[in-house]
Each structure stands twice: as structure tokens, then as C-alpha cells.
């Protein structure tokens, strides 16, 4: 239990220090909150089926922290931290894989979620947005939805022949789903070709999920969304448990 | 004899068709410095890694502190101390942090600060471990492989890299490691290294170890040779020492000269052959062999390629 609570910090730390990471995680997302509400505002209206802008796609932005995180800072991180041998020292030494991966996760997970309570805080006092949904609900999917796409951002890290591999896949299919899915701009004001495209996004789906949870609707009404991000959890974490290398 | 600490049977790894490691065998008895020595890709590093558990081997047996290692090597890493040939830590881990980390993760600690001191990386405790000089960071892996106060430590390549003083300043921090009772078991390219450090060395090429010794008797059993080397003025007539018995050998370049010889008697020899005849002679020396020549003798190359 020390080395996990000495590890979950020590990451904590390391991830906050790194300037690149922590601001995608952390400012990206409420950045854009604020860009687009200030253009849009959030005053309802019949496009967006009677809410405001902000009502409408603030939960669709804890999708770009989901994308970000489980796209970008795990494959790239992952695959660099085994590419300079860093990964391997830890290895050397008794702790456990699963520890190790676990202290992990579990960082990913909480930078993820502060993020989110950030991107939340900010709709609330600045734009009042109305939450119709269930609080847990939302943070269960948010939580479901996040873990997916870790699972997927690790099975990159472990495909990659390099670091740098890592970091270009994942930064082009995570900019791509991040724009493409509704998640940074809204379906609703993008055309069909786009919608077309979008099906083939996994990103797609947890934006449906989200903003459905957001304004009450049930998980088994959402069945579709919820059996991609499942789906996608499974084979992430098998791929990357099967082919997960130490250096 | 003390007792072995380490065993290897018929250890074989490949990879693909390369046999990284082809058959080796040898022990390494407790409080000893034992060294792998041998060229790049000899093989030393993947020998050491089956040996630590890192790496599973093709087959043969290894014991190490009584533990299997490929099977029990969770339990055998909390009971030593290992240095990488290539690793890192995060960029922005602090010295101390990778210090109270890797505390962490071990049944068994000794303090840091002291082990710090030791080390001379007291005053680098907030640096970054990115700002670290080379020589730094391997001082500060080398703390992280004694944080549990192992019995036996494995040192990969461990001056690689480094200048010559601070190749130095680490050899007399291995030896006083052992002086406290460990035992430790380092692989390196350099020749120089081996023989001033180790009590006994195996030497390795392409995948077999080819000699195993302590570095005096491998540098005895190659038939040693002897160089003396002076200078002479250019007009010196030398053209006797053709005559003298015990010279095998001699090159003249210049002012110049050097004599090779197998006998003991050669340097008296010699000396009295200039004496007697009045030539002057400066900056005498004799060379012995080195663990480098053993390592050509046996090979027929030189190790530096």
C-alpha cells in the first residue's frame, strides 16, 4: 500500500509538471468552453432542441478530456517512458506490474476527472447551465467512457514499434475524433458527410452517452453507445494486457 | 570458499536465430567482485538480465540467493540491488522523490540521506533528475540499487559513458561497497576496469565465456611478454643488442625504442648492455600485458571495435 500511495502521488506530480499534459487536461477543454460560449452565448434555442449552446455541448467537452487523456498523454507517455528505459527500472525492482498499472490508471483517472469538475465549475457559475440529469449517472458513464478509452490509449502505446509512432497516432485520431465527433463543435451544425464519417469514431458515441446522461435519459436507452464503449474497453484491455511490453 | 550466491548452468538465450548467450556456466562466490567482461553485444547484458529475471531464458539452470529467478524473480528483486545499462527516470522526478519512491517498493531500507551523502548528491536532493550531470545520475542509480541494502548488486555497464575521473571516483565506490560485505556482479567493455576492480573475471565473446579467472592469473597464462620502452639520442649505436638472449624483439622509431621479451632478466639486461656501453638513455619503462592483450590473444582481435 506504501508503494502505491508513494506511486499515485509521485505521478500526480510528474503529470502536473509536464506542461503539455497538464494543459490539455486541465485548460483545453474549459478554454473552449469559454471561446465558444463567448461567441454563442447560452441563450436557448430551437437548434439545439430548446437549450443553450453551453447547456447543450458542455458535456460533449468532457469529451475532449477523454480524447486527450486516453488518445494522447497515455499512448505518448506509455510508449516513451518504455522507449527511454524508464519502464524497465521500474521492472527491476519488486513492485508489481498490476500496482504499477493500476497507480497508473488511477492518475489518469483523477487529472481526467479534475478537469471535468473544472469544465463543470465553470458552466455553472459562468454560463448557468441547467443539469437535468442524475449527478452519479453522469460520473458512472463519465467514468465507463474514460476507462475505454485509457484501455484503447494503451493498446497504442503497446502496438507502437516507437515513442514516436505513439505520439503521431495518437495525436492525428485524437484531433480527428476530437473535432469530428461532436465533441469540440456541435453534430448539429455539421453536415452529413461529416455525420458519416463520425459513425466510424468511438469518440461519437461517448458524446451521445454523455449528453444523454446530461439531460436524464436511461443507459438502456443508449444501448448503442454503451455496447461501442464496452466493446472497445475489452479489446483495449486485452490487446494491450496480451501485448503489453516493459521496454 | 565462501559461499556461491549466484549460479549458472548451460544458460542459453536467443533471439530469433542470434544466439545472444550460448551456453555459459560459472559461480559467483559471496563478498567477491565478479566481472563479465567483453566487446559490445557480446553478450553481458542479456546474461545478466536472465540472471536478475528480467529476462526468461531458452534453458539451464540459474539459482540466485537460493531463488529461481525467472520464476521467483518478484522475490529475488527485493533482495537485490539492480543497475540498468540504459535506463532513466521521469524528467521531472526530484532526487529525493526517486529516493523515497523506490523505498517504497522494497521489505528493506536504509536511509537515504546518508546513502545520499555517500554518494555526494546531498546537495542535488530538489534537482530534477533531467539537470543531473551523467555522472549524477549514475551515482543517484546506483544509491536506488542500494536503497534495500542488498547482499548482492548487479551493475550493468556502469562507467559507460563517464570521463575517466569519474570512472575513477566509482571504482573506489564499488570497492568500498564490498568492503562492506556485498557481493557484486558487473559487466563491462572496459578491460582497464576489470582488472583493477575484480577478483575474478569471465571473459565473453559472441555469447560464450571464453576464460574465467582472477585478471592476474589470465594475464600469467598468455605466455606474458614484457615491453620495455626508452629513448636514446639518434646517433646511439645499438645494434648489439641483437646479441643479449633474453630480447625476443626490438623496434626502433626514431629516438625510440622499444624491446619485447618473454624472460625476467631482460631489463637488466638491457640496461647493463647501455650501461657498460655508455648510452644515454631516458624515460625507462616497462609495460606488462593487460587483461586487453588477453583479450587479443585469445580472440585475435582488439576489444575497442
Known amino acids: 500500500m506504501r508503494s502505491l500511495s508513494r506511486l499515485t502521488v509521485v505521478q500526480m506530480k510528474l503529470y502536473l509538471r509536464e506542461p503539455m499534459a497538464a494543459f490539455f487536461t486541465l485548460v483545453w477543454a474549459p478554454m473552449m468552453l469559454l471561446l465558444f460560449g463567448f461567441i454563442y452565448g447560452n441563450e436557448p434555442t430551437p437548434f439545439f432542441g430548446g437549450l443553450g449552446f453551453i447547456d447543450s455541448q458542455l458535456p460533449a467537452y468532457m469529451g475532449i478530456i477523454i480524447v486527450t487523456v486516453g488518445m494522447m498523454s497515455v499512448p505518448i507517455s506509455t510508449a516513451e517512458d518504455r522507449e527511454k528505459g524508464i519502464l524497465k527500472r521500474f521492472h527491476s525492482t519488486p513492485i508489481s506490474p498490476a500496482i504499477y498499472l493500476f497507480s497508473n490508471v488511477f492518475t489518469y483517472f483523477i487529472m481526467s476527472f479534475i478537469g471535468v469538475t473544472l469544465l463543470f465549475l465553470l458552466g455553472k457559475f459562468v454560463y448557468h447551465a441547467q443539469f437535468e440529469g442524475n449527478i452519479f449517472s453522469v460520473l458512472a458513464g463519465f467514468t465507463v467512457s474514460t476507462l475505454s478509452f485509457f484501455s484503447f490509449g494503451y493498446l497504442i502505446a503497446s502496438l507502437s514499434p516507437t515513442a514516436r509512432v505513439a505520439q503521431v497516432f495518437g495525436m492525428v485520431t485524437g484531433f480527428i475524433m476530437m473535432f469530428l465527433s461532436g465533441a469540440a463543435i456541435p453534430m448539429e451544425v455539421m453536415g452529413d458527410k461529416v455525420a458519416n464519417v463520425s459513425k466510424y469514431l468511438p469518440l461519437t458515441y461517448v458524446v451521445s452517452f454523455l449528453k444523454g446522461l446530461w439531460v436524464g435519459d436511461s443507459w438502456g436507452s443508449h444501448w448503442l453507445d454503451l455496447t461501442v464503449i464496452l466493446g472497445l474497453l475489452v479489446v483495449g484491455v486485452f490487446i494491450s494486457t496480451v501485448t503489453f511490453k516493459w521496454e | ?305
Not at chain 2, 156 to 163: A, K, Q, R, V
Not at chain 2, 184 to 205: G, S, Y
Request: aromatic share 8%.
Open chain 2, 1 to 305: 570458499m565462501n559461499k556461491a550466491v549466484i549460479q549458472v548452468k548451460n544458460l542459453k538465450k536467443s533471439y530469433g536465430k542470434i544466439k545472444a548467450v550460448d551456453d555459459i556456466s560459472f559461480e559467483i562466490y559471496e563478498q567477491e567482485i565478479f566481472g563479465l567482461v567483453g566487446p559490445n553485444g557480446a553478450g553481458k547484458t542479456t546474461a545478466i538480465e536472465c540472471i536478475e529475471g528480467l529476462r526468461k531464458p531458452n534453458s539451464g539452470n540459474l539459482i540466485v540467493l537460493d531463488l529461481n529467478p525467472t520464476t521467483r524473480g518478484q522475490n529475488l528483486r527485493n533482495l537485490i540491488g539492480i543497475q540498468l545499462q540504459e535506463s532513466q527516470l521521469p524528467a521531472r522526478i526530484k532526487v529525493w522523490e526517486a529516493m523515497s519512491l523506490f523505498s517504497s517498493f522494497y521489505n528493506k531500507n536504509i536511509e537515504s540521506e546518508p546513502l545520499l551523502k555517500d554518494l555526494g548528491l546531498e546537495e542535488k536532493k530538489k534537482s530534477y533528475f533531467d539537470k543531473l550531470s551523467g555522472g549524477q545520475k549514475q551515482r543517484l542509480f546506483i544509491a536506488l540499487a542500494l536503497i534495500n541494502d542488498p547482499e548482492l548488486i548487479f551493475l550493468d555497464e556502469l562507467t559507460t559513458g563517464l570521463d575517466p575521473q569519474a570512472r575513477r571516483t566509482t571504482w573506489d565506490l564499488i570497492s568500498s561497497v564490498r568492503n562492506k560485505g556485498k557481493t557484486i556482479f558487473l559487466t563491462t567493455h572496459f578491460m582497464e576496469e576489470a582488472e583493477k576492480l575484480c577478483d575474478r573475471v569471465a571473459i565473453m565473446d559472441k555469447g560464450k565465456i571464453i576464460a574465467l579467472d582472477t585478471p592476474v592469473n589470465l594475464i600469467k597464462d598468455i605466455a606474458t611478454e614484457t615491453r620495455l620502452k626508452f629513448s636514446v639520442t639518434e646517433s646511439a649505436e645499438l645494434d648489439l643488442l641483437d646479441n643479449i638472449k633474453s630480447i625476443s624483439k626490438y623496434e626502433k622509431s626514431g629516438s625510440n625504442i622499444t624491446i619485447y621479451g618473454h624472460d625476467k632478466r631482460m631489463v637488466k639486461d638491457v640496461v647493463n648492455f647501455l650501461v657498460n656501453r655508455n648510452i644515454d638513455f631516458y624515460d625507462l619503462q616497462t609495460e606488462q600485458s593487460t587483461l586487453e592483450d588477453v583479450f587479443l590473444a585469445l580472440t585475435g582481435k582488439q576489444i575497442r571495435n
